[in-house]
T-cell receptor, first 114, second 113 residues
Framework: GEDVEQSLFLSVREGDSSVINCTYT??????LYWYKQEPGAGLQLLTY?????DMKQDQRLTVLLNKKDKHLSLRIADTQTGDSAIYFC??????????????FGKGTKLSVIP | EPEVTQTPSHQVTQMGQEVILRCVPI?????FYWYRQILGQKVEFLVS????????KSEIFDDQFSVERPDGSNFTLKIRSTKLEDSAMYFC???????????FGDGTRLSIL
């Protein structure tokens, strides 16, 4: 079955880069996503990458995908206190009906130290 | 920017009662989803809905759950006889076509007493 694993906690100093890692198991994943959840809030789509890409950059965010190792990472450059949140990695699968439901990791809680 | 909206933000219900969680997906979206997140755990897929019928459902989505799109804008999740273990945050999501990203609402926190 599919599973997505992430480390649970990451602590960085303001201004440093943060790297959040994720591994997934389903080789048929088509898209991989990063969502951000602030306390008491919903899931905000940050960025996503198609499985035939290696890298995607979007302002301070860089996503790297190693499809061979089924490893996904999210790098946040110049991390700010406002980046403190839980970051979820998710893979999109389609068991057959084209539903493309998401399978989420447990989330990585990023704490930014001023 | 269009948003998925969910109501209420917090619902408190006695065990055994029925509850309906409401969602208004983004207007041009075609695929609708419910997920839940028990406190401290992963976000879990419950059900997907397309063309007025369920397209996929997880093992969690048993006979006590149902979904409906009663009109052109609302998408509801009904839990018929709530149990303590149904306490969770319930998220609605929607997307346009193919494998476009899903956009999530802010969730409804369901507390069963």
């Amino acid at each position: 079955g599919e599973d997505v694993e992430q480390s649970l906690f990451l602590s960085v100093r303001e201004g440093d880069s943060s790297v959040i890692n994720c591994t997934y198991t389903d080789s048929s994943s088509t898209y991989l996503y990063w969502y951000k959840q602030e306390p008491g809030a919903g899931l905000q789509l940050l960025t996503y990458i198609f499985s035939n890409m290696d890298m995607k950059q979007d302002q301070r965010l860089t996503v790297l995908l190693n499809k061979k190792d089924k490893h996904l990472s999210l790098r946040i450059a110049d991390t700010q206190t406002g980046d403190s949140a839980i970051y979820f990695c998710a893979e999109s699968i389609s068991p057959g009906a084209g539903s493309y439901q998401l399978t989420f990791g447990k989330g990585t809680k990023l704490s930014v130290i001023p | 920017e269009p948003e998925v909206t969910q109501t209420p933000s917090h619902q408190v219900t006695q065990m055994g009662q029925e509850v309906i969680l409401r969602c208004v997906p983004i207007s041009n979206h075609l695929y609708f989803y419910w997920y839940r997140q028990i406190l401290g755990q992963k976000v879990e897929f419950l059900v997907s809905f397309y063309n007025n019928e369920i397209s996929e459902k997880s093992e969690i989505f048993d006979d006590q759950f149902s979904v409906e799109r009663p009109d052109g804008s609302n998408f509801t999740l009904k839990i018929r006889s709530t149990k303590l273990e149904d306490s969770a945050m319930y998220f609605c999501a929607s997307r346009t076509y193919s494998n476009q990203p899903q956009h999530f609402g802010d969730g409804t926190r369901l507390s069963i007493l």
